[in-house]
């Protein structure tokens, strides 16, 4: 009995060292980017606060996302519709407002809605009648891009003002002046953050806290460590499969708002690949494809060094001349580093039992 | 009529029942529509000699399907020995086609009009495109056979990285090489498109190899369980690894060819999207994702199913942008019919119903 404790004990350890791995992967890249462009001659304001604050406006509705995608991937599955959905969530919210000159009081309602029967369909789909996530999420991606172009192939801008814009245009300055920068013209700057930033951050304390406490969240990590387990110990696991896709889609349609917000304007292309970065993070942030292992709080992490490593190419004009792809090679190859050590980590794991 | 019924129920179990259906599907679709639009009813069969090449709707389904088929094929026997998908094969096909355009032009060089402007003759790189796509093959099978690491995680590295680092090779831009003897890949061979031949040659060589080798048997028995084969006697890492290099050559040559139709390597597109139909065609084939045992001939005919789909709906009118669309709604129809669930549902009311002329017979 002290024996089985004891294990238990090391692979809750090698699990949390993930995490601080991926915490302190995090550090040193920022610290990196820190005196690569914010000291002396090569200042370009990287030190500044703002640019820190600037990762997380514009990876707010990634953050959403990718919530959302931890607690599927947690159950074991796996859901590649999300970037199509977004797409299409920043379709209709352009093109009720634009177009049809329909309240954003009512469309931003029903792009939630659609987000939850989107992710009814797909957990019933999966959780019911057994089919892979893989296809039937596919399958989704492919149904939300066609949609998208069915409800209009042009772009379309937001231009009407209402209170989306003008809450997509609200500035939160940090309190107290923190970070607060004179510029050239003798201006102060004070860093600030968006809206969408704060329900990001909501929605990571909330799914954090749901995984944490709740009969829900603990059957996600129930059924994804071992599915017939967590059903002989009297687990609805279906249901637990359905509910999990539903909030995934959910969370989604939430980070589609958020990103209309910032894009204010909705295209075909919009959002491509968005579901390998949201993948991508959660793995960097140490949650496992096969489900049981990961917390939100990594995923959030996973995010930020995405975000990070896109922020530091930026910086640099030598590899920004070498086009817009250096990001992805490089986080390619970060992400090749942190499944290398998960692997060692498991290999370990297993020759200690 | 009893018979036919019974013969219907036999028939149904088939593995290739379900994609053939599809098929003939499809076919019944084209030729309504064909008879309500007052053309000639068989005008979906129908095919020509034009300038010197066969021309037809059929024939362009046999030219366009030929990308997706030729990864079908690897595509089978990865989902079949490591129970996973390989992501990376669209973008390992536009780095391979990247490659072999960049060796033929020379770094910075966009367009090539004349043979003597060639860095080195056609075929070295053709070749280098091809073994580039089999050593990103051997990676993704390295991380999965032998670090154990989910196929989905391990091929999303080169999902991510293929497409990038063939831009970095062509500088940023397209390398355009207008050259016949380059063209013949994705063109013309006497009448017949050349993808369909190199399709057909790739399944045939696949198909020998499994006829004659143990390769099948194995990678099914890696598949279904990978410690009872090694128990057995099999390197299951081995044949894992091997299934992953297979598909990375496949790959190649789906990017060669993919890259001499539109005679230039266009990263950003080449490929784009052809992981997913390549899964999809293992799926429609009846081949269970979660590996063991695979059926090779329909996984290719699921292949040009999806060509038929698509270009069926194209030639009813629907944009391209919308078409997805209509493939979500079949593709979830078709599983839906597959799935464990609705098979043991109707199982269940096919038992009761013996069941309750069982009980009735003995009373």
Redesign the interface.
Known sequence: MEKNNMNKKKNINSHSILLLITVGLFILLYAAGYFMYGFGANAKGFEKLQNFLDIFRTNAALICIACGMTCVMLTGG?DISVGSLVAMDCMILSVGMENSGISPTLLVPFVLLIGIVFGAVQGY?IG?????P???T??????A??????IC?DQVNITVDNWFKQVAGIKVYMPFELGAVVNKRGVKMVPYVNIPVIIALVVVVLVFLMLRYTRTGRSMYAVGGNQQSAALMGLNTKRTKMITYILSSFLCSIGGVLYCMNTMCGT?TQALGLE?KA??SA?IGGTL??GGVGNVFGSFVGVLINGTINSLVSFNGELTR??G??P??V???L??VF??L??VF??LRERKQ | MKSVIDWLKKVSKKPLFLPLVSVFLVLVINLVYDAIQGNYVFEFLKFELKEGALYGRIIDILNRGSEAAILAIGMTLVVSSSAGTDISVGSVMSLAGSLCCMLLAGFGVTHVRELGELQMPIFVGVIAGIAVAGLCGLFNGFLVAKMKIQPMVATLIFFTAGRAIGLLLTNNKMVYIHLEQFKVFGGKLWIFPTPTVIAAACILVMAIILKTTSLGMYVQSVGINPKASRIAGINSVAIILLCYVICGLFSGVAGIVATSRIYSADSNNIGLNLELDAILAVALGGNSLGGGRFNLAGSIIGAYTIQAITTTMYALGVAKAQAPVYKAIIVILIVVVQSPAVKAYFAHRKAQKEGGLAVAGRS
């Open positions: 796996i789909l019911y009648l057994g089919i892979q893989f296809i039937v596919m399958a989704g991606m492919f149904f891009r066609g949609m998208t172009a069915m192939t075909t390998m993948i991508s793995v494809l096969t070498l086009g792809t250096v992805n090679v986080s390619a190859f992400l090749f499944i290398m998960q692997a498991a290999k």
